[in-house]
């Protein structure tokens, strides 16, 4: 996300209340902006759905399928998000701008192929029996939502948030529409609207990285499968963090007594997936407190401290930006605490109101509060991977994804195992365990930051 603290720091100047709430407000739309989206476009699909005397259970499979779709992608995508950003931020620093857009190509090329073999023989096994259709469907949903993904980090990390929202914005607003029109094909019509939407998004996504990066040159390359260009670190951060978030759910899909076939080998896990969905809203506010204070105060001391450096700066001065760093992160972590702290309490007296509202039973309001705090926890642990990732320390953030990987899948069976009671804790504890293991780690890197930048050079 390094470059929209510009942006936050010419309304944090304005030295007013409302510059200070447009800063916030700012932050949260390009922070959580492309998930809310998603999902208030997948909700509404199912209630207007619903609300049409379309079949309860073609809308509960049609959520299903999208869910598999957006996770497989994820963690699929996963070995290659991180790494092609940085192979393009090495290849911008070198300013061999013109080499990007033909990567890309490349990249998508493999990405494609590679989706579209795997998930062909995933759902056609998953499947069996069902329309070719619907598996048809969720095999193109599937390989573009990869490549969506894909565009999305590289937009990102070029700084193009607000097209990345409006386009989000934009395409499941469509979704909706074309499930209004499309209801009466069934869940092959809903589907069909959600893959379409998609596709617009995908189609805006690449025009704008053409509009950004187009130049003479070839059409393909594959330079970033080179391995001296490579960063397999990268690939497997990217792979095991979403593992990591996506692995308590698949535990509670494929547990037979928290949950229930809904389409072919598809399972859902109502007493989990509800109070998951409604957790990860709450996150917006410590979304946004992350960027303003991770992407302002901190960027800003980070590049004095590293200006110092390769500028020949006294010894005192860059000492005197390492602590001006640490300060910083030590005052965002505190705020990320402070506003998720509020999140949570008002979780906690709306909760009832709200499953009220959505027509779910009281019995879900215990697992929402854990997840609740699951979320806020995985918001500060961001936040802690995010500054591993300014200092380069991908070790570290590779050890954390692991440790956030082994000890969900452990804590998540040990309470499936005891029972409901623990429902919900397995994926909160494991986060809090890799959050304190993230902070232990970080203030052990601070304190040797001058020793390493110059001494392992």
């Known amino acids: 996300m390094a470059g929209i603290g510009f942006e936050l720091r010419r309304l944090l100047r304005k030295n007013t209340l409302i510059g200070l709430v447009e800063a916030y407000a700012y932050a949260g739309i390009i922070g959580?902006?492309?998930?809310?989206?998603?999902?208030?476009?997948?909700?509404?699909?199912?209630?207007?759905?619903?609300?049409?005397?379309?079949?309860?259970?073609?809308?509960?499979?049609?959520?299903?399928?999208?869910?598999?779709?957006?996770?497989?992608?994820?963690?699929?995508?996963?070995?290659?998000?991180?790494?092609?950003?940085?192979?393009?931020?090495?290849?911008?620093?070198?300013?061999?701008?013109?080499?990007?857009?033909?990567?890309?190509?490349?990249?998508?090329?493999?990405?494609?192929?590679?989706?579209?073999?795997?998930?062909?023989?995933?759902?056609?096994?998953?499947?069996?029996?069902?329309?070719?259709?619907?598996?048809?469907?969720?095999?193109?949903?599937?390989?573009?939502?990869?490549?969506?993904?894909?565009?999305?980090?590289?937009?990102?990390?070029?700084?193009?948030?607000?097209?990345?929202?409006?386009?989000f914005g934009g395409s499941y607003a469509l979704i909706v529409v074309l499930s209004l029109l499309l209801r009466p094909l069934g869940l092959e019509g809903l589907l069909g609207g959600f893959v379409f939407g998609n596709l617009v998004l995908l189609g805006g996504m690449w025009l704008l990285t053409v509009h950004d990066f187009a130049g003479p040159g070839p059409f393909l390359r594959f330079d970033f499968l080179r391995p001296e260009l490579a960063y397999p670190t990268l690939m497997a951060i990217g792979f095991l963090y979403n593992l990591a978030v996506w692995a308590d759910k698949f535990m509670f899909w494929y547990f037979p007594p928290t949950s229930e076939p809904i389409i072919g080998s598809f399972r859902a896990s109502l007493i989990y997936d509800l109070p998951v969905f409604l957790s990860y809203l709450s996150i917006i506010p410590g979304m946004a407190v992350f960027l303003v204070r991770i992407e302002t105060d901190f960027v800003e001391y980070y590049n004095k401290f590293y200006d110092a450096v390769r500028g020949g700066g006294s010894l005192e001065f860059i000492e005197s930006m390492r602590d001006e760093m640490v300060y910083s992160i030590q005052q965002g972590l505190s705020e990320i605490g402070k506003i998720q702290t509020l999140a949570i309490l008002t979780t906690f007296v709306a909760g009832p109101a709200l499953l009220d509202a959505l027509g779910i039973s009281q019995l879900y309001l215990p697992l929402l509060h854990v997840q609740v705090i699951g979320a806020g926890l995985q918001v500060a642990l961001m936040a802690v991977l995010n500054v591993f990732f300014y200092l380069d320390q991908r070790r570290i953030v590779l050890f954390l994804c692991l440790e956030f990987l082994l000890l969900n899948v452990l804590f998540t069976a040990g309470t499936l195992w005891f029972g409901a009671a623990l429902y919900g804790y397995g994926f909160t504890l494991a986060a809090l365990l890799t959050l304190a293991s993230g902070l232990m780690l970080l203030s052990r890197q601070l304190n040797r930051l001058e020793y390493e930048t110059f001494m392992l050079q």
């Open 32 to 167: 959580s902006g492309p998930w809310v989206f998603s999902i208030v476009g997948i909700l509404l699909v199912g209630l207007f759905s619903a609300s049409l005397v379309v079949p309860s259970f073609l809308v509960t499979q049609f959520q299903t399928s999208v869910t598999y779709l957006v996770a497989g992608s994820l963690i699929l995508t996963g070995l290659v998000q991180l790494a092609f950003t940085r192979f393009v931020s090495d290849r911008l620093f070198e300013k061999k701008r013109d080499q990007v857009l033909p990567n890309l190509h490349g990249l998508l090329l493999i990405v494609i192929l590679g989706a579209s073999l795997l998930g062909s023989l995933l759902l056609f096994l998953a499947l069996p029996g069902l329309g070719v259709a619907y598996r048809l469907l969720m095999l193109a949903g599937f390989v573009i939502m990869c490549a969506v993904w894909v565009l999305t980090v590289l937009l990102s990390g070029m700084k193009r948030y607000q097209a990345i929202v409006l386009l």
